[in-house]
């Protein structure tokens, strides 16, 4: 039987995507416009009225409070691995939604996702939750030494001491990540320590990347544009930017956490409505606490404490960048993949895992390591992903989908390749991969 294509997995063009402010609540706002929900939430083709339930919400109110008004079912089938939630949804039922959903990815129950889900719900009675508690272990200690060389850093005047405390800062907010995903917990704080946001990101990674990724629904796909373009697309990158960005990514990386902020101010500014909470005043510990122990004067606390920043934001863009999904192998949108793909299968279309952190739980954990089986099921810790790899492969055989790694180097080769990809390609799930 002849396979049928689609070359997207959004069956519309997403509200507000072109916008230049590219902001999470504006594409929440699109969402709201374009996913049939009617003002309440949509799981599949039903629409559900959670209000009472939102401060009960095991995870934290914020998950449902953030998405009232739309389509909520990648997020409600990945972040809900046993039965319990799906079990309570009928008490919350309003009514069959009138419109088909507008993306096309599929959870049959015989497809893959939903087989896999079944035997990871099996294995996590047996698994080892150690490594949940030395993942733990792992972020404090970075957190307790990326303050120990600020400190070091401010006593001494010395900026060599500051560029290893932003490599701490750095692995620091990447290991944080691991914990957003969870439900509400004060580790995830921790990713606030260089003008990022948690809240924030829970939309634009966890609710927008992790579900839809490399598509247009994709927010860490359009919030670079039109600076870094990976979608092979020739309108929106021409000859000379695709060659260019290559010179300039890295000064894109140095600015990403200033971008961040800044980027808050404006949408403030415009719209009138406060982007800003009090956790947002995570990112002033660390140059408070410099500026206690430091023995110096405020400015040369303010400029080592922006160079930290620098630094830190510098190796997150060059490290998350480079993570797994950017590369010539890796489906983007407007290339081919099969009709009414299940939503695994589109997951491992488009990320190419990284070999090289395999075993190590600090590498795993500090550089988005183990990335397929995270897209999979974020909520659960990386330490423990491991060992669910032999469900994964034997669902993989069973399916007949390739699973893809590549060592660091070839990633980082690869996303500057795809930066210059215009050409699209056809995925198949059973393709071999070289």
């Known amino acids: 039987m002849a396979t049928n294509y689609i070359t997207t997995i959004s069956k519309k063009y997403p509200s507000f995507r072109d916008e230049p402010l590219k902001t999470v609540y504006r594409w929440l706002d699109g969402k709201r416009q374009d996913d049939g929900a009617e003002g309440l939430w949509r799981i599949h083709d039903t629409l559900y009225d959670f209000t009472d339930f939102i401060e009960r919400h095991p995870g934290g109110p914020e998950w449902l409070r953030l998405t009232k008004g739309t389509d909520i079912t990648e997020a409600f089938e990945t972040h809900h691995v046993t039965v319990r939630a799906e079990g309570l949804l009928g008490k919350y039922k309003v009514r069959e939604a009138t419109t088909p959903r507008a993306v096309q990815l599929t959870f049959r129950d015989d497809g893959f996702y939903r087989t896999l889900k079944r035997r990871v719900r099996d294995k996590l009675k047996d698994i080892d939750y150690g490594p949940a508690q030395r993942s733990k272990l792992i972020i404090d200690s970075m957190l307790v030494a990326a303050f120990g060389l600020a400190f070091l850093a401010i006593r001494l005047h010395s900026y060599a001491l500051a560029t290893v405390s932003g490599l701490f800062v750095c692995w620091t907010m990447i290991s944080a990540h691991n914990f957003f995903h969870q439900r509400d917990n004060w580790r995830m704080l921790a990713f606030n320590l260089a003008f990022s946001s948690y809240r924030e990101w829970r939309i634009s990674h966890a609710l927008s990347h992790h579900n839809f990724p490399n598509s247009i629904l994709d927010l860490e796909i359009s919030y670079f544009e039109p600076f870094l373009c990976w979608l092979p697309n020739p309108s929106i990158k021409s000859s000379v930017k695709r060659i260019a960005s290559w010179l300039y990514g890295p000064l894109v990386y140095s600015f990403l956490f200033y971008g961040e902020f800044v980027k808050r101010v404006i949408e403030t500014y415009e719209t009138g409505k406060n982007t800003f909470f009090l956790d ?12 206690v122990v430091g023995a110096t004067s405020l400015w040369e606390v303010i400029k080592m404490w922006l160079f930290i920043v620098l630094v830190a934001s510098f190796l997150f863009g060059l490290i998350g960048l480079n993570a797994a999904h950017h590369h010539p192998k890796a489906v983007h949108d407007g290339d081919q993949i099969p009709a009414d793909i299940d939503f695994a299968v589109y997951q491992m279309a488009a990320v190419i895992d990284r070999s090289d952190t395999k075993g190590s ?74």
């Open 361 to 434: 739980q600090f590498m795993v954990l500090t550089s988005f390591g183990d990335h397929c089986l995270h897209h999979l099921f974020p909520t659960l810790d990386h330490g423990i992903l491991p060992q669910l790899y032999p469900v994964f492969f034997e669902t993989c055989r069973e399916f007949e989908t390739v699973y893809r790694e590549l060592p660091w180097l070839q990633q980082i080769i690869g996303q500057h390749k795809q930066l210059a990809r215009v050409e699209t390609m056809t995925y198949k799930p059973s393709e071999k991969f070289i």
């Open 280 to 291: 947002d005043l995570v990112t002033l510990i660390l140059p408070t606490f410099m500026y």
